[in-house]
């Protein structure tokens, strides 16, 4: 099975800051890397796919790139809204595995 | 407009059976891959059960020869069938839809507690 490592497991940022969340596959994915945005409570929602590309409806200040085994997910200017927990799942192989998530919480 | 709503969640004894279902709109069930996602009270997210859209099936291995994902075309609904379940099993149930390009659709989720 493929394993997905996020860092950091959890942050603690201000509005406006500029976030990058990282995820490590344990061997070559290509770009097939999903990430995905939890609120408490809330279904995930797919944030991108492909590595960099932005689902439909999802605000440009989320970016994500990486080939490979190494991969990141920025957000250009935390805003409430954003405060959330996000996972990357790698779709390269059976069993789609997930990263441990990193919490996003207000400073 | 693309919607997943699933059901069939509730109580239910360690060793019992029950059928989540996951009725789709705005596209068709059959020409995607279908998934079912669960998360654990606090925990992360672990993938269960894919259908593709040529029928094959795939499981984790914590679940095979205990559940089984099929679809009714005609219905455009996915099911997750659960038999000898688990207190491990309890979880929020997710159904997911997963094009060939990547691109996913979440719906809600339906909670599955085993417990005697």
């Known amino acids: 099975d493929i394993q997905m490592t996020q860092s950091p497991s959890s942050l603690s940022a201000s509005v406006g800051d500029r976030v990058t969340i990282t995820c490590r596959a344990s061997q070559g994915i290509s770009n097939q890397l999903v990430w995905i945005q939890q609120k408490p409570g809330k279904a995930p929602k797919s944030l991108m796919y492909a590595a960099s590309s932005l689902q439909s409806g999802v605000p440009s200040k989320f970016s994500g790139s990486g080939f490979g085994t190494d991969f990141t997910l920025t957000i250009s200017s935390l805003q409430p809204e954003d405060f959330a927990t996000y996972y990357c799942q790698q779709y390269n192989s059976n069993p789609l595995t997930f990263g441990g998530g990193t919490k996003v919480e207000i400073k | 407009e693309v919607q997943l709503v699933a059901s069939g969640g509730g109580l239910i004894q360690p060793g019992g059976s029950l059928r989540l279902s996951c009725v789709a709109s705005g596209f068709i069930v059959s020409s995607n891959y279908m998934s079912w996602v669960r998360q654990a009270p606090g925990k992360g997210l672990e993938w269960v059960s894919t259908i593709h859209s040529d029928g094959a099936t795939h499981y984790v291995d914590s679940v095979k020869g205990r559940f089984s994902i099929t679809r009714d075309n005609a219905k455009n609904t996915v099911y997750l069938q659960m038999n000898s379940l688990r207190a491990e099993d309890t979880a929020v149930y997710y159904c997911?839809?997963?094009?060939?390009?990547?691109?996913?659709?979440w719906g809600q989720g339906t909670l599955v507690t085993v417990s005697s």
């Open positions: 997911v839809r997963i094009r060939d390009s990547g691109d996913q659709y």
